[in-house]
């Protein structure tokens, strides 16, 4: 069981490390990896929110945009329903796979007691974890993280490598 948490700062690659480990996962025959992860929309070159998506079945809605009616989180409106229908759900199914992937456990995501829930039931399990961290989250679940994980902060230096080297780690333990 290996467990790692990606973290740097805001717009530092931290999703795209983890989509690019997901991407060579994907191909390895026999290899399932479930859980969430989060994409950017964008209008031209404006950040308009985060989209999120359920690895194992392709369903995919809205974490955030700074348009809505959920709870504000920055210039966000959280959409609570999603993050719980579609990003809890598939949390909670993930423990059929062979690696569960967060992408993101941030502030916008710990406002839902379900996503906590969620994710508290994959750490009590014995799958494999990766996660990407908000760099500054003191929720209880974050401390949490930052103890039992191996914790990689991602700079300019590294964040090409990193992908192949997580893989590479991932592989050898589950292969």
């Known amino acids: ?3 790692i948490a990606v973290t740097g700062s805001p717009g530092i690659g931290k999703s795209t490390v983890v989509a690019k480990v997901v991407e060579k996962l994907g191909n390895q025959p026999g290899f399932k990896v479930g859980g ?3 994409v950017e929309i964008r209008k031209e070159v404006r950040r308009e929110g985060f989209s999120i998506m359920d690895l194992a079945t392709g369903k995919s809605g809205t974490l955030s945009h700074i348009r ?6 920055g210039k966000y409106h959280v959409n609570l329903e999603d993050l719980e229908r579609i990003g809890a ?3 909670r199914n993930s423990l059929s796979c062979d690696l569960v992937v967060i992408d993101e456990i941030g502030p916008m995501e710990l406002i ?3 996503f906590v829930s969620a994710v508290e ?3 009590e399990s014995d799958k494999s974890v990766l996660v990407v961290l908000h760099h500054s989250s003191r929720h209880p679940l974050a401390q949490r993280i930052r103890k039992e994980f191996e914790i990689l902060t991602v700079d300019r230096e590294n964040r090409d490598g990193l992908p192949e080297r997580i893989a590479d780690c991932l592989l ?4």
């Not at 050898?172 to 292969?175: N, T």
């Open 121 to 123: 039931k994959v750490l």
């Open 36 to 38: 969430i992860q989060t």
């Open 68 to 73: 809505g009616s959920g709870p504000r989180f």
């Open 89 to 91: 759900s598939a949390i």
């Open 112 to 114: 839902s007691e379900p």
């Open 1 to 3: 069981m290996l467990r």
């Open 172 to 175: 050898r333990e589950l292969g």
